[in-house]
């Protein structure tokens, strides 16, 4: 026995993490989905895609990742499903007595759905949860486009459902006006941006917990970006790396990735205490490089808690692998067949992503931010090998396929001492202190 | 920047031992002034970027009071975040 394949065994036979975020794709269509001419030309709609791949297959947008999933998916979960999905989770809820469990409503987007049918879903899944697992804290959340919301406007009934369900809501925001009609155009290829300000307006004024997710495009000017979007005065913004990996390379732009964020950080990092506003993706940072946790799914090393449920009701690996190969990311595990303690237990790509630093590459274990890096967000560490991946493929073929840098590594590079520098300025001590302490741990 | 007047409950030396947080039952629950920060032990009077204030709080009440790792403090963060 290998090395590595002794280790993975040791994963299998160790205590079994449980899941506590639950992303449900309530809805598989969205008012934003990518439309085009009659000769096949992309025309509008929401155009997120490694671009290499939009330029040699002209298909643009989270509904092109070459899966195409949806496709196989109905348009919208089933009330079976929900009832379903509630009593699994419950039952993992209460097997593990978890004290917080956290839904989220995602998509296709989740406000396609009436107000009624959004608080039936909460109400379900509060009470599935609650029944079988009375001491769990049940946490709401939704990521949206805005446009349902602001369709209805201030006295809408969905933004009263989310106020009255306590969802933390995510708002999809790119930056100012060019920033977002760069790829969240409307389905005609129009703009807006008037309508997802206004949504952020209503978030805004209504008392929700709310924050702001962007993608980030290098051709926007990273300090323009930020302050932009702290106009709108969300409880938080997350700057994410568009999704790119060894096979599909990240978009080229007018500066790196890396500079792009830095700037961003510093902006962030200098904010006066007056200032509500947080950045919980490099606060998970600031936090590893302290000796802390990181809270976020694509901050160091952290194992894997969360798990999908699709709107067929079958159980996902995180939404993001869809951006490697179809194989990487399904489970062909149902929830009426199977438990979320089955789905831990045995799903291959799930037990390969919570290998730890058996799962990094050789350069990430020699790097000397293994612990604050760890080899980037796992998506963006697949390689293309020579078969695709199979569902049925055991759980070396998982890990080898991420067993690499992330494609940001240069960034990370950039941004991770610049970041610790930053801190160690402020708290008088040499540079280099809290990397050097975090390779000694 | 006046030194802090209540009973440290705790004192947290981070990773690098250089920095410590005597902490309080103010600063358990993420906030962390200039008052409950300490330097190698020696109260140090130091104006610190509020990112940094904050997240000293946070892995100050990991390491005091083992906080759930998935639950941010000001419950803004969902771990798993895509916009797309």
Same mark, same amino acid.
């Given at each position: 026995?290998?090395?590595?394949?002794?280790?993975?065994?040791?994963?299998?036979?160790?205590?079994?993490?449980?899941?506590?975020?639950?992303?449900?794709?309530?809805?598989?269509?969205?008012?934003?989905?990518?439309?085009?001419?009659?000769?096949?030309?992309?025309?509008?709609?929401?155009?997120?895609?490694?671009?290499?791949?939009?330029?040699?297959?002209?298909?643009?947008?989270?509904?092109?990742?070459?899966?195409?999933?949806?496709?196989?998916?109905?348009?919208?979960?089933?009330?079976?499903?929900?009832?379903?999905?509630?009593?699994?989770?419950?039952?993992?809820?209460?097997?593990?007595?978890?004290?917080?469990?956290?839904?989220?409503?995602?998509?296709?987007?989740?406000?396609?759905?009436?107000?009624?049918?959004?608080?039936?879903?909460?109400?379900?899944?509060?009470?599935?949860?609650?029944?079988?697992?009375?001491?769990?804290?049940?946490?709401?959340?939704?990521?949206?486009?805005?446009?349902?919301?602001?369709?209805?406007?201030?006295?809408?009934?969905?933004?009263?459902?989310?106020?009255?369900?306590?969802?933390?809501?995510?708002?999809?925001?790119?930056?100012?006006?060019?920033?977002?009609?760069?790829?969240?155009?409307?389905?005609?290829?129009?703009?807006?941006?008037?309508?997802?300000?206004?949504?952020?307006?209503?978030?805004?004024?209504?008392?929700?917990?709310?924050?702001?997710?962007?993608?980030?495009?290098?051709?926007?000017?990273?300090?323009?970006? $930020?302050?932009?979007?702290? @106009?709108? /005065? *969300? =409880?938080?913004?997350?700057?994410?790396?568009?999704?790119?990996? +060894? %096979?599909?390379?990240?978009?080229?732009?007018?500066?790196?990735?890396?500079?792009?964020?830095?700037?961003?950080?510093?902006?962030?990092?200098?904010?006066?205490?007056?200032?509500?506003?947080?950045?919980?993706?490099?606060?998970?940072?600031?936090?590893?490089?302290?000796?802390?946790?990181?809270?976020?799914?694509?901050?160091?090393?952290?194992?894997?808690?969360?798990?999908?449920?699709?709107?067929?009701?079958?159980?996902?690996? $995180?939404?993001?692998?869809? @951006?490697? /190969? *179809? =194989?990487?990311?399904?489970?062909?595990?149902?929830?009426?067949? +199977? %438990?979320?303690?089955?789905?831990?237990?045995?799903?291959?790509?799930?037990?390969?992503?919570?290998?730890?630093?058996?799962?990094?590459?050789?350069?990430?274990?020699?790097?000397?931010?293994?612990?604050?890096?760890?080899?980037?967000?796992?998506?963006?560490?697949?390689?293309?090998?020579?078969?695709?991946?199979?569902?049925?493929?055991?759980?070396?073929?998982?890990?080898?396929?991420?067993?690499?840098?992330?494609?940001?590594?240069?960034?990370?590079?950039?941004?991770?001492?610049?970041?610790?520098?930053?801190?160690?300025?402020?708290?008088?001590? +040499?540079?280099?202190?809290?990397?050097?302490?975090?390779?000694?741990? | 920047?006046?030194?802090?007047?209540?009973?440290?409950?705790?004192?947290?030396?981070?990773?690098?031992?250089?920095?410590?947080?005597?902490?309080?039952?103010?600063?358990?629950?993420?906030?962390?002034?200039?008052?409950?920060?300490?330097?190698?032990?020696?109260?140090?009077?130091?104006?610190?970027?509020?990112?940094?204030?904050?997240?000293?709080?946070?892995?100050?009440?990991?390491?005091?009071?083992?906080?759930?790792?998935?639950?941010?403090?000001?419950?803004?963060?969902?771990?798993?975040?895509?916009?797309?």
């Amino acid at each position: 026995m290998t090395g590595e394949a002794f280790q993975q065994e040791a994963v299998v036979d160790a205590p079994l993490i449980p899941f506590d975020e639950i992303v449900v794709k309530t809805n598989t269509l969205c008012d934003k989905m990518p439309r085009y001419d009659r000769d096949g030309v992309f025309v509008g709609g929401c155009d997120y895609v490694p671009v290499a791949e939009a330029e040699i297959t002209n298909k643009h947008g989270c509904y092109e990742y070459e899966n195409n999933m949806w496709r196989s998916q109905p348009p919208r979960m089933s009330d079976e499903v929900v009832l379903k999905g509630a009593q699994r989770l419950g039952e993992h809820a209460g097997a593990h007595s978890l004290q917080d469990m956290r839904v989220i409503r995602h998509g296709g987007e989740p406000l396609l759905d009436s107000a009624e049918q959004v608080d039936w879903f909460s109400t379900t899944v509060r009470t599935g949860i609650t029944t079988q697992s009375p001491d769990t804290n049940v946490h709401m959340g939704i990521q949206t486009n805005g446009l349902a919301l602001a369709k209805e406007g201030k006295d809408g009934d969905k933004l009263a459902v989310l106020k009255q369900h306590n969802y933390q809501v995510g708002l999809s925001l790119d930056g100012d006006r060019e920033a977002q009609d760069r790829h969240r155009t409307g389905p005609r290829g129009e703009s807006d941006y008037d309508k997802v300000v206004y949504a952020a307006k209503l978030l805004r004024d209504s008392g929700v917990t709310w924050g702001i997710l962007c993608v980030i495009d290098t051709d926007n000017d990273p300090v323009a970006t $930020v302050k932009s979007l702290a @106009s709108h /005065e *969300p =409880g938080s913004i997350s700057l994410l790396l568009p999704h790119a990996n +060894h %096979s599909v390379l990240p978009q080229p732009g007018a500066m790196s990735y890396g500079d792009w964020q830095i700037a961003a950080f510093d902006w962030y990092y200098d904010q006066p205490a007056e200032s509500r506003i947080a950045m919980p993706i490099f606060d998970s940072y600031m936090d590893v490089l302290l000796g802390g946790l990181s809270k976020h799914e694509g901050v160091a090393n952290r194992k894997t808690q969360e798990l999908f449920m699709l709107a067929n009701g079958y159980y996902q690996r $995180v939404d993001t692998i869809k @951006s490697t /190969e *179809p =194989g990487a990311v399904a489970t062909g595990m149902s929830i009426f067949e +199977h %438990s979320m303690d089955d789905v831990a237990r045995s799903d291959p790509g799930i037990i390969a992503r919570r290998l730890g630093n058996a799962g990094l590459a050789k350069e990430c274990l020699e790097c000397p931010l293994l612990k604050p890096c760890s080899g980037g967000y796992y998506p963006h560490r697949f390689k293309s090998g020579k078969h695709r991946i199979k569902i049925t493929d055991p759980v070396e073929v998982f890990a080898d396929a991420f067993r690499h840098p992330t494609i940001y590594c240069d960034d990370q590079l950039k941004l991770i001492p610049h970041m610790a520098s930053r801190m160690e300025d402020d708290l008088g001590i +040499h540079r280099g202190t809290l990397v050097e302490a975090l390779a000694g741990v | 920047m006046g030194m802090n007047t209540l009973t440290p409950v705790a004192e947290v030396a981070f990773v690098a031992p250089e920095v410590q947080v005597r902490t309080t039952p103010e600063a358990l629950g993420g906030v962390v002034t200039s008052d409950t920060f300490e330097l190698g032990g020696v109260e140090t009077p130091r104006s610190l970027s509020p990112a940094l204030e904050r997240s000293l709080g946070r892995v100050a009440d990991e390491m005091v009071i083992g906080d759930n790792p998935n639950e941010n403090a000001n419950g803004s963060v969902m771990a798993f975040q895509s916009s797309i």
